[in-house]
């Protein structure tokens, strides 16, 4: 989905596992694109403090077959802490469209934040994942 981002690191995605799921959630690559052309950074933080969880998002399976997924997403989340630093990384400088290969584990009960940091602009992000 696409986020219109502010200067300084801005919360953007959030992606939640219930502590009730009985399910992991491995994610496999995050795609970013953006209609700047000038360089940011983004991180990936494990088990934010959320005081709101933002816009609620459609979570599109791969599968037309399978059933609802356990996990909840969310753009423009507001964050009181952003938890324990993943990845941080640079991207840009003219780069349509960038994919990021960060495998990981969200387990019940936590969460997983992506924050951006640059000059103001629109971002749009995609994460791959699956539960099992």
Do not use: C, H
Request: net charge negative; hydrophobic share 35%; aromatic share 6%.
């Amino acid at each position: 989905d696409e986020v219109n981002t502010g200067t300084g690191e801005v919360d953007i995605f959030l992606v939640e596992n219930p502590s009730g799921s009985g399910k992991n959630i491995r994610v496999e690559q995050v795609l970013i694109s953006s209609k700047d052309t000038g360089r940011r950074t983004f991180r990936l933080y494990r088990n934010a403090v959320v005081s709101a969880s933002g816009t609620s998002l459609v979570i599109n399976g791969m599968k037309t077959s399978q059933g609802a997924s356990v996990a909840s997403a969310f753009k423009s989340p507001t964050i009181t802490s952003k938890g324990s630093l993943i990845f941080g990384g640079n991207f840009g400088e003219g780069a349509p469209l960038q994919s990021l290969s960060v495998p990981f584990i969200v387990l019940p009960d936590e969460n997983l934040l992506i924050t951006k940091q640059s000059t103001p602009d629109s971002v749009f992000l995609s994460l791959v994942w699956i539960e099992e």
